[in-house]
């Protein structure tokens, strides 16, 4: 099928064209992000790739849809980033990639929890400008300590399996009790006895109306002074503003995130020859006890050669049936981030 991959860098095609050999789809990668201004290089192209940070609203599916194109290949297993009402009225499909390494994510959890624990960030500095002192890099035993797990599904589950190979307790909130966790110990609890009790707060839940701005003013002021605060899940699950307010305070020993309620201004490109404009963003570098990744969480080699191998058998899977099992079901989607 010939297929447009907007957003695409070299990483993105390295893998793509290694998966492709066996597949022989006919891509154009191109370097704009998904756009007004660029999604008319969609028009003769029966199917489109794109990526969290593309956003397609009602006019542009219009677009997409009057030249020609029937599919939409999210190479993401979320899919907030498009009007799912105004594609089904369009009658355009969507596949995505459902999972694609829950590792990934659930390790990078734990990399900022290290990181900022053991102030390995500013260890890194001191020690290559010559400063062997250790005062202000004291951490704490992550055994014994209790770890809150909001969400705990796939990347959930394996976060909690790693914290529990450090010896820590485990707390859970979530709708559904997932077994995995609940062999491991994990104690299901509501969320304010998990804000209660947790040395450490990992966020593994998705983001819908419902959890928008779950950890807000309310939940910090609930929490343990100075716990740690890890997200990798979407950046609108944390109340940026309440969270700096919980730095200040010390509410919030440690923040790592990987996942920012703004970022789409800013993560995945190099923008460091231009002034940053997000005041709350820049305030947020400032302190000491925070960790900020660019939503590189899903970032290993094994999660982007199966976003790869997914991604073009969900294309190859619709153009010989019309159908396609990591198809999004619409109604169901809408009905999902109702
Ligand atoms: P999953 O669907 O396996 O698990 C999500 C769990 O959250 C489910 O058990 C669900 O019942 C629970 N949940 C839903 N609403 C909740 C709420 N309001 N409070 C508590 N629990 C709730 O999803 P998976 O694969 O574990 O992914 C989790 C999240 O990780 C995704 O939603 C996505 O936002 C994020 N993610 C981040 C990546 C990154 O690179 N930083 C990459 C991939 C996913």
């Known amino acids: 099928m010939k297929i447009a991959f907007f957003n ?9 064209e290694t998966a492709n050999i066996q597949y022989d789809h006919e891509i154009t990668f191109l370097e704009s992000h998904l756009s007004p201004e660029t999604v008319s290089l969609a028009s003769g192209f029966p199917a489109i790739c794109i990526f969290i940070n ?17 599919l939409i290949a999210l190479r993401s297993a979320g899919f907030n980033h498009v009007d799912l009402a105004a594609a089904a ?10 999972a ?14 290290l990181s900022l624990n053991r102030k390995v960030h500013r260890a890194y500095n001191r020690v290559r400008e010559g400063n062997f002192s250790i005062d202000g890099l004291l951490g704490f035993d992550l055994h014994s300590s209790t770890v809150g797990v909001i969400g705990t599904g796939k990347i959930g ?18 709708t559904y009790q997932n ?38 003013e309310a939940a910090i002021a609930q929490m343990k002074s100075g716990m740690m605060l890890i997200n990798t899940s979407r950046g609108g699950l944390i109340d940026t503003q309440a969270a700096i307010d919980g730095l200040k305070s010390g509410a919030i020993g440690y923040l790592g995130i990987d996942v920012y309620e703004q970022e789409a201004d800013l993560f ?10 997000d005041d709350t963003f820049q305030r947020l570098l400032t302190f000491p006890n925070v960790i900020v990744t660019g939503h590189q969480a899903f970032f290993t080699s094994q999660a982007l050669s199966n976003i ?31």
């Not at 695409?8 to 793509?16: A, E, G, I, L, P």
């Not at 396609?324 to 109702?338: D, F, L, Y």
Request: aromatic share 8%.
């Open 179 to 216: 077994p995995t966790c609940l062999n491991l110990g994990m104690e299901y609890v509501d969320l304010s006895q998990l804000f209660a009790q947790s040395d450490i707060i990992s966020l593994h839940c998705p983001l819908t109306p419902e959890s928008h701005h779950l950890i807000n």
């Open 157 to 174: 589950a394996i976060f909690a399996q790693i914290m529990k190979g450090f010896g820590c307790k485990l707390l859970g909130y979530d």
């Open 100 to 113: 694609y390494s829950p590792y990934a994510v659930a390790e990078h959890a734990v990399a900022l929890i």
């Open 268 to 277: 995945f490109e190099d923008l460091s020859n231009q002034v940053i404009q």
């Open 308 to 338: 790869a191998e997914t991604t073009l058998s969900n294309i190859t899977e619709f153009e010989k049936t019309g159908n396609c099992i990591n198809i999004v079901r619409m109604e169901q989607a809408i009905a999902s981030v109702k």
């Open 89 to 98: 009225q369009l009658g355009l499909e969507m596949v995505r990639v459902p």
């Open 54 to 70: 593309d956003y397609l609203n009602a006019s542009m599916l219009e677009t997409l849809a009057k030249g020609g194109t029937k």
């Open 8 to 16: 695409t860098k070299t990483y993105d095609r390295q893998f793509f």
